[in-house]
């Protein structure tokens, strides 16, 4: 049963422009990315660089030397507070053996905190052997890593690409010692984005052919306790704490500096504690004591490259920093989701898709599904795993076969996208099928050859040419590559992309980064089982375990949409995928298959499309026309995909206010929120999955992230809701956190509601009213 609500709320023009001004998560920000020259401090002690756009800003000092003295973060409604606690280095790069600083800036003041009183006076410039000194700066405008245009497939139109903002590019160079000789020059890249607290860092090396790069530490920041992470082995314990509690391996309070990067391997953010600690952390008999009890988080990105440069410049991925204002853990996600639409962008697109297993060959079957799908108003068709689609078949008859498929498809408004395993289990033995003992990676016996291929063999000059010339002559647009590289160091000493082991990770993730590239060139949606989002994929696993596709039907559903809770946390809806098998999958049988279940795949609709999320429903057709059970199913995908998702889809592909967890002993559901719409500004799921009726509940939605503070007294106060036809009062309304709560005098058993708030903008006129569908 689903149970339609929908809030209309009217309000004046002047009131649309009524937001909190200075909290970006709820209203534009006015200021623009900038970098300038200026000094600061009272007597302006201390001159540089400041890169800035009203929400973080970073100063850098120009003399003595080039490094970091102040990284700001704005609080909302507060003011600016400083992360920085001591200097670091701008970047570390390991280089044959020894370690060269970037920068050269360092300070003679004690670590535990900043004393600005004497900051000033303890800037130091290193020794000129130790460090590569500054040489200049540029300023441009961001650099998009990849093809992408905004408004595809349903993809948040608002969305610039590149984002808006400013580029600082710093060159440094010299250095007399025997290691620092070597390196010819490095640039120190940051990007500082409008609207929100983001900046990204990257640096690029250039060293001799003989050199090698065996690591570049990107970013080095010593923060405040509270913007870094309390190390739990000395000095006070993070707030939270209890001695006598549970032990959780997990930080109480995350760190308000959000730090992480843009590759799936190889590079990696870490938060250790300081005072010249050993990698990983230190205890009482290896850091200095000096400051003994301070709390000291240093961050430490650091990529593991292990090569010898071949006169080439070597560049990083970026380090992503993320200024947050609060410990409120949906503050925290819904920033986090904000900056991962800015970054990646490709992943708001959402269309609707099916993973076909029937027989690829029969072409009267691809027809009828494609006529199911325009149907219900799916929009595209994957030729799934298990059939007998071969991506890397490149003979004539086969790609004017599927060419000609494409072709109909297309016709009637649906995409068409196949399936690959391309890397893992490719090599000696693996289940994927055997690409040669040369491409098989090599283990660290430099002579075992291992299941997987190595990606920076000559098997990825095969595959990419395999793999474009398919999409050329065929129009594919989607691709589900599975097993993409994972991670996993290859011996080989013969390969034609890497050298060794030292090398390999970087090589094969940045040839994986540079396939999914070429891809995005081609407009191709990509489904991939690996974190490849900043790398231009679209979607990766959530709430996902591929033995729960087994279990009975409803007991797949129901975990299904605890982990889809769970994931929402830190994926956006339309990034991550999860999975309806139709027909069965691994096991379970009977049980586990949806397609004889109607009730099951009308739930299993509401709740992924009611995420905003995407399931791979797999099977060899939608639904049966010609029978009782498939007009049901057929009635369920009409309303859910037409009726619902696609009126409701710029707000229901949006982040979501978590309002109760999935436990299938009371109701639970979720709010999505799009404060910058003009029109349907939240809509709220409220699931009873149990198989009694729910008698008297209330439930509160927070809508401060939807509408905005300034304004939500005026309209709590006009709320008025139609509940089964009869006009009645909410339960409740708190002006002050923006919040309704509405009652439900029974919630129906086994039934999905929904509650759409709807902003009109009406000159003059404040008033709110709310219908109801029938059911």
């Known amino acids: 049963v689903m149970m339609f609500w929908k809030l209309l709320f009217f309000f004046s023009t002047q009131q649309q422009n009524a937001f909190a001004e200075d909290d970006w998560l709820v209203a534009p920000m006015a200021a623009k990315a900038t970098v300038f020259e200026t000094c600061w401090d009272d007597d302006d002690e201390i001159c540089g660089l400041e890169l800035s756009n009203g929400l973080l800003r970073r100063r850098f000092a120009l003399a003595p030397a080039f490094g970091t003295v102040d990284f700001e973060v704005y609080f909302a409604g507060e003011g600016w507070r400083s992360m920085f606690r001591a200097v670091e280095p701008e970047a570390v790069i390991g280089l044959d053996g020894g ?42 405008e961001p650099e998009a890593p990849y093809d992408w245009t905004p408004g595809i497939r349903h993809s948040d139109d608002s969305l610039q690409w590149p984002p808006r903002g400013k580029r600082l590019e710093i060159d440094f160079g010299g250095g007399a010692n025997k290691v620092a000789e070597a390196v010819v020059a490095a640039t120190v890249v940051y990007e500082l984005y409008d609207g929100l607290p983001l900046l990204t860092k990257s640096v690029r090396v250039d060293a001799p052919s003989s050199s090698r790069v065996d690591r570049v530490d990107v970013e080095l920041f010593a923060a405040n306790a509270g913007f870094g992470e309390y190390y739990s082995g000395r000095g006070p314990r993070p707030p939270g704490f209890d001695d006598d509690g549970a032990a959780t391996t997990r930080s109480f309070l995350s760190p308000l500096l959000h730090a992480k990067t843009d590759q799936a391997y190889g590079f990696q953010c870490a938060w250790v504690d300081d005072d010249d600690a050993p990698k990983g952390g230190c205890d009482d008999d290896t850091c200095d004591d000096d400051d003994e009890g301070a709390v000291e988080p240093l961050l430490n990105c650091s990529a593991s490259l292990g090569v010898t440069s071949a006169a080439a410049l070597i560049t990083t991925g970026r380090v992503l920093l993320l200024g947050l204002d609060s410990a409120d853990l949906e503050r925290q996600s819904l920033a986090r989701h904000r900056a991962f639409a800015t970054l990646a962008p490709q992943v708001t697109e959402s269309p609707i898709f099916f993973h076909w297993s029937g027989d690829v060959d029969d072409r009267d079957a691809f027809e009828a599904v494609v006529a199911e799908m325009t149907d219900v108003g799916f929009e595209m068709l994957v030729f799934s795993f298990g059939t007998s689609f071969a991506l890397e078949n490149t003979t004539d008859a086969y790609l004017d076969d599927i060419a000609s498929k494409v072709a109909y498809a297309r016709a009637n408004g649906v995409e068409v996208g196949g399936y690959d395993l391309i890397v893992r289990d490719r090599g000696k033995g693996g289940y994927g099928g055997d690409v040669g003992d040369q491409f098989a990676v090599v283990g660290p016996d430099g002579a075992s050859l291992q299941e997987d291929a190595c990606f920076a063999s000559g098997w990825v000059d095969q595959l990419r040419a395999d793999v474009l010339e398919f999409l050329d002559r065929t129009n594919l647009s989607m691709l589900e590559l599975d097993g993409p590289y994972g991670g996993v160091p290859c011996f080989s000493t013969t390969h034609a992309h890497h050298r060794d082991a030292r090398d390999s990770v970087y090589r094969q993730t940045t040839l994986q980064n540079n396939f999914f590239k070429k891809l995005r060139e081609r407009g191709v949606y990509v489904n991939t089982p690996d974190e490849y989002l900043y790398a231009g994929a679209n979607r990766a696993p959530m709430g996902y375990a591929e033995q729960q596709f087994s ?65 791979c429903y797999r099977g060899d057709r939608l639904f049966d026309d010609a029978t009782d059970l498939g007009r049901r199913v057929k009635n369920s995908l009409q309303k859910w995909v037409q009726h619902f998702f696609k009126r409701y889809r710029r707000t229901l592909t949006k982040p979501i206010i978590h309002l109760r967890r999935p436990d299938l002993q009371s109701w639970d559901g979720w709010l999505h929120v799009n404060p910058f719409s003009d029109d349907d500004v939240a809509v709220a799921l409220i699931f009873n999955p149990t198989n009694r009726d729910l008698r008297d509940i209330s439930i509160t939605l927070p809508l401060y992230y939807a509408v905005g503070s300034a304004y939500c007294g005026d309209l709590l106060g006009t709320l008025t809701f139609l509940v089964d036809d009869a006009r009645t009062t909410p339960a409740g309304a708190r002006p002050l956190t923006c919040a309704i709560t509405l009652h439900f005098a029974t919630i129906d058993r086994l039934s999905i509601h929904t509650v759409v708030v ?10 709110v009213s709310a219908v109801q569908a029938k059911k």
Request: with cysteine.
């Open 551 to 615: 279990l009975p039907a409803w007991q797949d559903i129901t975990i299904s949409r605890m982990g889809l809770f769970d994931d929402l946390y830190f994926r956006l809806p339309t990034a991550g995928w999860t999975f309806a098998p139709l027909t069965v999958y691994h096991g379970g049988g009977d049980a586990a298959a949806f397609d004889d279940k109607p009730d099951v795949i009308d739930w299993a609709l509401g709740q992924y499309l009611g995420a905003g999320t995407a399931a």
């Open 758 to 767: 709807e902003r009109r903008a009406v000159v003059g006129a404040n008033a």
């Open 99 to 140: 370690d060269v600083a970037v920068g050269g800036l360092v300070s003679s003041d004690f670590r535990g905190y900043c004393n600005r009183t004497s900051f000033a006076e303890s800037l130091e410039e290193a020794s000129p052997s130790s460090a590569l000194s500054f040489r200049g700066y540029r300023v441009a």
